[in-house]
């Protein structure tokens, strides 16, 4: 209704999501004519992207309606048109359903061959896809038989939906307990199996099952059960599954999915009819320009041969000229080519220069660090050694920046979003060792110079470090916000956390602090705003102007 409303042209989201949940709901006709239509939707507005994501829901409602043949041929067109865009998301979720015997998609090399080359070119960049790619790599290894590399991968995608089932809200994939299931009844740990099989009948799993997936649930509890030789239940479960399979699968869904499919195949036929006549129209239309043009072309092909023989005698003085004038411009360009050359010669020296002082300064940075951590191994006081590894993570901020300039190829500016994750990578490496701290980015595409990059890593080093000591002690769900905004020439810092925030009696203006000072030192090193707020946990924040210097200008040209 609200797509009426708002007249929103992209249909291709809402009926997607309306095929979803009629497949949920076991109406797999409606499922179907959703799925073609939002397949039309995104051909109508050039939505070269969601087709991939369109092909796949088509061919997943097919396999649901047990019709592999054409749950291949979308299949296929997934793929390719995945791989032409470098959807990896989707290249994976498409390997991980087709690994299976039912399939065939036809690849030059097996799908095993291409997951493994996938992975070594394009290795996955979120834990979202490295799950589709264990959980495809567990498909290929089951379908040889392999059924404990398998598992192995099965575990790991399992492991890996738990991350993504925290981001969501809790919200959960049963495919990977199916799959945890399948593969313990191949092995014969039937009681294992039960288990997993069980959990997927639980309430935490139980109201996201669609009702096909029910269905296979309910028959592989058959199975299970019959193994175990606990035949009563066995025969409950089966009885439960030919219910369902009866109310999915009835004859009137299966008419209407015919009748869609041959009102869909005969669109399709029109479709190639009128775009065989166009090519027909516009072939007559060329060869009727073609005519009109060999005639007027050979009418004005006499007409520039007679110019031609007589201008001929005046370009002859004037080539003459030209020629003398010509020579005098090749001496004048030797000598410009020598003096580009040589300014070439001079900018690449000076860049080889700038590179090297950047990979100097970040090599004497690391020899200071390493000196710091010789230094805490004879000391015995513990505060004396937090002291040295918080200085260790401050030469650690300034050393990334210097490396990052001199592996770019820009040396005068530092891509924030890049630095920052590496820096969080870091720091959560050296304090995150028992409990796991949920890292939210928003960070804009800003590049800064090393005079503001310098102190905005310091004080972000602070704050996090200061959020790993002091903030997380009992908390359940430690998170910590990192947001890096620019509006115009204003550029504004936050690092927040949820942890048990400042004492009452803190006074932030008479805090005496190393860590406090040093960022209100780098605050107005930026000539910013520098603030700690109190707000259900902490909230530093600090706001600068960014104006390129006459230095770093210097530097880019």
């Known amino acids: 209704q609200l797509q009426k409303d708002w007249s ?31 397949l039309d939707a995104a051909q109508l507005t050039n939505d070269f992207y969601f087709e991939p994501h369109a092909y796949a829901r088509i061919a997943s409602i097919c396999m649901q309606l047990d019709d592999p043949a054409s749950a291949n041929e979308w299949y296929k067109k997934a793929l390719h048109t995945a791989m032409q865009q470098g959807e990896l998301q989707e290249i994976y979720n498409v390997l991980a359903i087709t690994a299976t015997p039912e399939l065939n998609l036809e690849m030059k090399w097996s799908v095993l061959d291409t ?10 960049s979120t834990v979202r896809e490295m799950q589709l790619a264990n959980l495809a790599l567990g498909n290929c290894y089951a379908d040889l038989k392999d059924y404990n590399t398998a ?3 099965y575990e790991a995608a399992f492991k890996e939906d738990e991350q993504i089932s925290a981001l969501k809200g809790g919200m959960k994939t049963p495919y990977m307990l199916e799959r945890l299931g399948w593969i313990t009844y191949q092995l014969k740990d039937y009681k294992t199996a039960r288990k997993y099989f069980l959990e997927l009948l639980s309430p935490a799993y139980a109201h996201v099952l669609s009702k096909p997936e029910l269905y296979h649930v309910y028959e592989d ?13 066995a025969y409950h479960y089966l009885t439960l599954a030919k219910r369902l399979s009866e109310e999915i699968f009835s004859e009137s869904q299966s008419r209407q999915l015919i009748d869609l499919n041959v009102r869909y195949q005969t669109l399709q036929r029109e479709k190639l009819l009128q775009e065989s006549e166009a090519k027909r129209k516009l072939e007559v239309q060329k060869n009727a320009n073609t005519r009109k043009l060999f005639y007027g072309g050979f009418a004005l092909l006499g007409l520039v041969i007679t110019i031609i023989y007589v201008g001929y005698y005046n370009n002859r003085r004037k080539n003459r000229l030209l020629r003398e004038h010509q020579r005098e411009i090749d001496k004048q360009n030797e000598i410009l080519q020598e003096s580009n050359d040589k300014q070439t010669m001079l900018l690449e020296e000076k860049e080889w220069l700038i590179r090297e002082i950047h990979h100097r300064v970040k090599n004497n ?19 004396a050694v937090r002291v040295i590894a918080d200085s260790q993570n401050r030469v650690k901020a300034m ?6 300039l001199y592996n770019s190829r820009n040396l005068s500016t530092i891509d924030m979003p890049e630095y920052i994750g590496d820096l969080v990578f870091y720091l959560r490496d050296s304090y995150d060792e028992k409990r796991k701290v949920i890292f939210n980015l928003e960070i804009a595409k800003i590049r800064l110079d090393v005079s503001k990059a310098v102190p905005l890593g310091l004080i972000l080093n602070e704050a996090i470090t200061n959020a790993f000591k002091y903030a997380f002690a009992d908390v359940d769900d430690p998170r910590i916000l990192i947001r890096l905004t620019e509006n115009g020439n204003h550029i504004t810092l936050e690092v927040s956390d949820n942890g048990h925030g400042l004492p009452g009696n803190f006074n932030g203006s008479q805090n005496n ?3 406090m000072i040093l960022m209100k030192g780098m605050a107005e090193d930026l000539e910013g705003d520098f603030s700690v707020i109190n707000e259900n946990g902490i909230r530093i924040s600090v706001s600068f102007t960014n104006v390129v210097g006459k230095e770093s200008l210097q530097l880019n040209d």
């Open 513 to 515: 602090s190393f860590g």
């Open 151 to 153: 598992r192995h991968y």
């Open 221 to 233: 509890m058959h199975r299970v059960d019959s193994a175990l030789g606990n035949y009563a239940s």
């Open 365 to 383: 940075l690391q020899v200071i660090a390493s000196l710091l951590s010789a230094q805490s191994e004879f000391l015995v006081d513990q505060s």
């Open 8 to 38: 929103f042209p992209y249909t291709q989201y809402s009926n997607d999501l309306m095929a979803y949940l009629k497949g949920f709901e076991g109406d797999h006709a409606s499922a179907l004519k959703y799925a073609m239509t939002s």
């Open 399 to 404: 050393s990334l920046i210097h490396q990052k």
């Open 115 to 124: 997951l493994k080359n996938l992975l070594r070119k394009n290795p996955p």
